[in-house]
């Protein structure tokens, strides 16, 4: 049996914000037909990963032989994209720092050593990669809710977090995970709230708290394979990979959202000086100085190059030429 008080204490030391523990058990029935529906209705575009693993995502215990304890931790990533005016071309946050799968998956083994506990034998580290409901997870271990926007809210905290999960073997003294009746519910920290909804510039959010993806920009300029439309470069400006519009346009990142204070999460100094000219010039050279240990390697150097071209065809070519004449060069 382990401590959960000792858990918390290594996921602290780990430099992990937050983490919880919840049983492992079956996804609730609401949850396990939410994902039915989501799937029935095309709604995962071409990520047929998520339609292949509907089992497995069901319960952990299939993930992880006899697994007893989910525990969920979160890593604050925001920060604030110093020195970008409004229009400069730019990247989704996260897409600034060190991969995340390599950084939280760092923390979680962190963690099993320090709690003497060997990967493999004793339980498995997730991020982001397996079939396994980390959302679900997060907000059954008591760390927030999910809102309109799909994403978990942290409370006084905001929606800027990555997850990650331990799937352990071991059972914990003391769980985190209140009973399915008395949790907490999604969308209950948003109220009468909908500017994500309104921020949204491809109708992705669906107002209940689901999300279309195939229609969201962060699916269609990573996941996405072959050309954008005029339609999709518009709704992109001056975004070229990944989308924080929602999550920017939430009360609860507005307000609480601080920088991160992970090393490996600051944003990297090359990529706040890219300015439009220097995307418009990438070459395979500056893509791979630019984007070593990243994880917008996963859309490759063909990929990036498409959004780019996307997002400069639906621009003007006054408004493109100004920018191009006035931006700083790249060093
Ligand atoms: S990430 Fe962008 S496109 Fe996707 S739902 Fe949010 S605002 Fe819409
Ligand atoms: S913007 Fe409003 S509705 Fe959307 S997740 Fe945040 S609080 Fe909820």
Redesign the pocket.
Known sequence: MLSSRDIKQAARAAGFDGCGLAKAAPLSAKRQRQWADYISRGYHGRMDYLSRHADLRADPRRLVEGAKTVVSVILNYYHPLSGLAATDWRMARYAYADDYHDVVKAGLRRMMASLGLVEGVDGRCFVDTAPIDEKYWAERAGLGVRGR?TQLIVPEAGSFFFLGELVLTAEVDSYDDAPPAAAPQALSLCAGCRR?VE????G??LGNGE?DASR???YLTIEHRGPLSPDVGRAMQPTIYG????AEACPWNVRYASPAVHPALRPRPALLAMRRADWQQLDRTTYLSLFRKSAVKRVKLEGLLRNIRAVDAAEGPEEAATSAATAPRHP
């Open positions: 926007h994500c921020a949204c510039p491809t992705a959010l999300m969201c920009l962060s989308c924080d519009r929602c």
